[in-house]
């Protein structure tokens, strides 16, 4: 009973804190008066439970009740005191925010096991994870992000059918799970400035071409830019390449980098080179120096006159609202220029993993696939929806706070007429080469800035899909062990 009380009030006095924020990417410390109150909560109980029992038969009916308890199964979890590392992409502040809270309920309830945030400091994931594991220093739990490569690699440890049974959908590789889906894929679209449009008649587009009629129009006023890019960051010219590259390649042929390993198409293929002419099309109102403005900034350019658009995912939301309590957010995916509604969405390749290391660790193993099972609890699965904006993958979905505009994209992701991961989202004999991803997008900005035509931008990746094709195949198994 002790235990029972002691876990409930905790987790009341967290979820008041659940949106207050937290930490620097470092495990954080509780505050003290939560922890004071539960002391006397607890004797309080220990008064009521009734002065006539005897000290066995208080604990004897402590454990009966307590028995289903996240604490009580902390206890079990694990025969002796464990640590494990945990690592995140941390640039989102809402990311942050949202996994130290987590973090620290977890750490609350399962008092032999203790989670540590180790820091990204903002940078490159990709690299971080990749210079870890060349140190020796791989996370025994991590967001899984390059799922393919890690799991080829075998660093990975397959998750259990009971985390399994906790989503509507998992990414199998090879008939095995090993992600926890976070959220549904990061759905893009247009984050406009409500308000603006409004007072000068401007509407959602219904179509490819109304959506280019309103760029113009918007132009044409001149008082701000139709769209702010955050072009800087190289993977952010990814949003909208996938929109293009959606509409152009893959409506005509899911399969096509399939097509590319065998060798049956190439990426002079007419569809490729129109994917260019749409990003010219739509890259033409973007703002003045888009090259040199770093995703970081583009919700000021928002939020500040500056921009009346946007293109990016869901995870924007917060950073919208936090920027400014009042700006009024309206949300529109762009149509295809055949009239279709195609969406990122679904569950994708990432999440939560457990390295395969760790997994050697029959304690290191439980407690990983305890903290698993407790993140996606809908109490705490809450918190990081709401912070990032995400699509719960969870079978017992949260019951989530969100804003009208959120709603507004679910509704979408529903009514889509594809919903599907990004392009360098795939797996199996889709999956891109590596930094094949990173290339293209370099390639694309060169043709956006005319430093490169289209035909030149072809016949480049062209020669570096060759070269790759030399060490990665997934059709061939060339580089899959």
Request: glycine fraction near 8%; charge should be negative.
């Given at each position: 009973?002790?235990?029972?009380?002691?876990?409930?009030?905790?987790?009341?006095?967290?979820?008041?804190?659940?949106?207050?924020?937290?930490?620097?990417?470092?495990?954080?410390?509780?505050?003290?008066?939560?922890?004071?109150?539960?002391?006397?909560?607890?004797?309080?109980?220990?008064?009521?439970?009734?002065?006539?029992?005897?000290?066995?038969?208080?604990e004897a009916e402590g454990d009966d009740a307590e028995s289903?308890?996240?604490?009580?199964?902390?206890?079990?979890?694990?025969?002796?005191?464990?640590d494990l590392t945990f690592i995140f992409a941390d640039g989102?502040?809402?990311?942050?925010?949202?996994?130290?809270?987590?973090?620290?309920?977890?750490?609350?309830?399962?008092?032999?096991?203790?989670?540590?945030?180790?820091?990204?400091?903002?940078?490159?994931?990709?690299?971080?994870?990749?210079?870890?594991?060349?140190?020796?220093?791989?996370?025994?739990?991590?967001?899984?992000?390059?799922?393919?490569?890690?799991?080829?690699?075998?660093?990975?440890?397959?998750?259990?059918?009971?985390?399994?049974?906790?989503?509507?959908?998992?990414?199998?590789?090879?008939?095995?799970?090993?992600?926890?889906?976070?959220?549904?894929?990061?759905?893009?679209?247009?984050?406009?400035?409500?308000?603006?449009?409004?007072?000068?008649?401007?509407?959602?587009?219904?179509?490819?071409?109304?959506?280019?009629?309103?760029?113009?129009?918007?132009?044409?006023?001149?008082?701000?830019?139709?769209?702010?890019?955050?072009?800087?960051?190289?993977?952010?010219?990814?949003?909208?390449?996938?929109?293009?590259?959606?509409?152009?390649?893959?409506?005509?042929?899911?399969?096509?980098?399939?097509?590319?390993?065998?060798?049956?198409?190439?990426?002079?293929?007419?569809?490729?080179?129109?994917?260019?002419?749409?990003?010219?099309?739509?890259?033409?109102?973007?703002?003045?120096?888009?090259?040199?403005?770093?995703?970081?900034?583009?919700?000021?350019?928002?939020?500040?006159?500056?921009?009346?658009?946007?293109?990016?995912?869901?995870?924007?939301?917060?950073?919208?609202?936090?920027?400014?309590?009042?700006?009024?957010?309206?949300?529109?995916?762009?149509?295809?220029?055949?009239?279709?509604?195609?969406?990122?969405?679904?569950?994708?390749?990432?999440?939560?993993?457990?390295?395969?290391?760790?997994?050697?660790?029959?304690?290191?193993?439980?407690?990983?696939?305890?903290?698993?099972?407790?993140?996606?609890?809908?109490?705490?699965?809450?918190?990081?929806?709401?912070?990032?904006?995400?699509?719960?993958?969870?079978?017992?979905?949260?019951?989530?706070?969100?804003?009208?505009?959120?709603?507004?994209?679910?509704?979408?992701?529903?009514?889509?007429?594809?919903?599907?991961?990004?392009?360098?989202?795939?797996?199996?004999?889709?999956?891109?080469?590596?930094?094949?991803?990173?290339?293209?997008?370099?390639?694309?900005?060169?043709?956006?800035?005319?430093?490169?035509?289209?035909?030149?931008?072809?016949?480049?990746?062209?020669?570096?899909?060759?070269?790759a094709m030399e060490s990665f195949n997934p059709v061939t198994?060339?580089?899959?062990?």
């Amino acid at each position: 009973m002790k235990k029972k009380l002691l876990a409930g009030l905790l987790v009341s006095a967290m979820a008041a804190a659940a949106l207050s924020g937290c930490g620097n990417g470092q495990k954080d410390t509780q505050a003290e008066a939560p922890a004071e109150d539960t002391k006397e909560e607890e004797a309080k109980a220990e008064d009521n439970s009734g002065a006539e029992s005897s000290t066995e038969d208080e604990e004897a009916e402590g454990d009966d009740a307590e028995s289903g308890t996240d604490s009580a199964e902390g206890d079990a979890v694990v025969t002796a005191p464990t640590d494990l590392t945990f690592i995140f992409a941390d640039g989102d502040e809402g990311m942050k925010v949202a996994m130290n809270e987590i973090v620290n309920r977890f750490n609350e309830a399962y008092p032999d096991i203790t989670v540590t945030i180790e820091p990204g400091n903002g940078g490159a994931y990709s690299e971080l994870l990749k210079t870890k594991d060349s140190v020796g220093e791989f996370p025994d739990i991590m967001e899984m992000r390059d799922t393919a490569m890690y799991v080829r690699a075998e660093k990975l440890e397959p998750l259990s059918e009971e985390i399994q049974s906790l989503f509507i959908n998992t990414m199998e590789f090879n008939g095995k799970v090993y992600t926890a889906p976070l959220g549904g894929e990061n759905t893009n679209g247009i984050i406009y400035n409500k308000k603006y449009f409004d007072e000068n008649g401007f509407t959602e587009p219904t179509t490819y071409e109304e959506f280019i009629t309103l760029c113009q129009a918007i132009a044409d006023k001149g008082d701000m830019a139709p769209l702010v890019v955050g072009g800087q960051d190289i993977w952010h010219m990814g949003f909208l390449y996938h929109k293009a590259y959606n509409d152009q390649v893959l409506s005509q042929d899911a399969d096509f980098i399939k097509h590319c390993y065998e060798g049956t198409k190439d990426f002079s293929d007419p569809a490729v080179k129109a994917t260019f002419e749409e990003m010219k099309e739509i890259m033409q109102y973007a703002q003045d120096g888009w090259t040199s403005t770093p995703d970081a900034q583009i919700t000021t350019f928002l939020v500040s006159d500056m921009a009346a658009m946007m293109y990016s995912g869901t995870h924007m939301f917060s950073q919208i609202a936090q920027a400014d309590a009042e700006f009024e957010m309206g949300w529109f995916p762009i149509p295809s220029p055949d009239g279709k509604t195609r969406l990122v969405g679904g569950a994708g390749v990432g999440g939560l993993a457990i390295s395969a290391e760790a997994a050697k660790d029959p304690n290191k193993k439980a407690a990983g696939e305890a903290f698993i099972k407790f993140f996606f609890q809908p109490d705490n699965y809450k918190i990081y929806c709401e912070k990032l904006s995400a699509i719960p993958t969870t079978a017992e979905q949260p019951k989530l706070d969100v804003l009208p505009v959120f709603q507004e994209v679910i509704d979408a992701t529903v009514a889509a007429d594809d919903l599907a991961p990004m392009w360098n989202g795939r797996v199996g004999e889709n999956e891109l080469p590596p930094d094949f991803r990173n290339f293209t997008y370099k390639t694309l900005v060169e043709v956006l800035q005319g430093t490169r035509d289209i035909d030149s931008a072809c016949d480049e990746m062209n020669k570096t899909w060759k070269t790759a094709m030399e060490s990665f195949n997934p059709v061939t198994g060339v580089g899959i062990e």
